[in-house]
């Protein structure tokens, strides 16, 4: 993924499998030329990802989940830039080492524990800060990351820690309560919890426990988070708040929604 810097450089992040022995990827940025995309320097390593087969479980398609879950879902995150620092980068993802491993293969019988992490850099991403979990109960995955416009890192989540069986989710936002120091104040953005684990419409044929019929293999993937002029930040993500009807079976639908935060 890319990203701007205040001075208009432009630094790419990816995910690079590092250690072929348990499939886990590492995260690595380089800085490339703005017109013609050259490597001008890097890659520079920012630090380990807990993602590999044996740390997650896997829904019925063979794509990594969650606890009791379908819906498919992977450590992914953005890499954000500090609109009043050139040189002051964030990565954020989610992955799984605070989480049970190794992770049993099937959801059902695996309590899992997906944390956002993140790390900073000051120079331009030549050296990062060790990783840093956002701890909470149960599963937040697929963040989204913007920087404001007086320098706090903003990150958005789909966020279980809502529900105490690790099954509905909201999506949460992390502010920054200090630019540069990983603190982090968090709020609801949702009014109402979701549940991709069963009574989905779409994306929802398949029964595989029948204890959870129905369950969404589909999420939406993403969320997004951008800053506007006022100094807050606007939020995106999906959920499944509403009920939909096609063309006789009803179920939970899945929607945009978004608001905004000061």
Not at 109 to 124: R, Y
Not at 199 to 215: I, K, L, Q, V, Y
């Amino acid at each position: 993924m890319p990203v701007v810097a205040a001075d208009g450089s432009v630094f790419v992040s990816f995910l690079n499998t590092s250690d072929f022995a348990t499939g886990r990827d590492q995260y690595l940025v380089v800085k490339v030329d703005p017109t013609t995309g050259q490597r001008l320097a890097g890659p520079f390593r920012v630090g380990g990802v807990i993602d590999g087969p044996a740390d997650y479980p896997v829904n019925i398609d063979g794509r990594q989940t969650y606890q009791d879950s379908q819906f498919r879902s992977w450590a992914f995150g953005p890499i954000a830039a500090d609109p009043t620092k050139a040189g002051h980068l964030a990565m954020v993802w989610s992955d799984m080492r605070n989480s049970q491993l190794p992770a049993p293969r099937n959801p059902y019988q695996a309590v899992t524990n997906s944390d956002i992490i993140v790390s900073q850099s000051f120079d331009g991403g030549a050296t990062w800060s060790a990783a840093k979990a956002l701890v909470a109960p149960g599963d937040q995955f697929q963040p989204w990351a913007a920087y404001d416009s007086t320098g706090r890192l903003r990150i958005g989540y789909f966020d279980r820690s809502y529900d105490p069986a690790n099954h509905k989710y909201g999506y949460t936002l992390a502010t920054e309560t200090k630019s540069g120091s990983l603190k982090f104040s968090t709020a609801q953005a949702t009014t109402v919890l979701s549940d991709p684990t069963q009574g989905d419409r779409w994306f929802s044929g398949r029964t595989p426990n029948a204890a959870f019929p129905h369950p969404t293999t589909f999420l939406g993937d993403y969320s997004g988070i951008a800053p506007t002029p006022s100094g807050g930040v606007a939020l995106l993500w999906t959920d499944m708040r509403d009920t939909v009807c096609f063309p006789s079976r009803c179920g939970f639908g899945e929607r945009s929604y978004y608001a905004t935060s000061g």
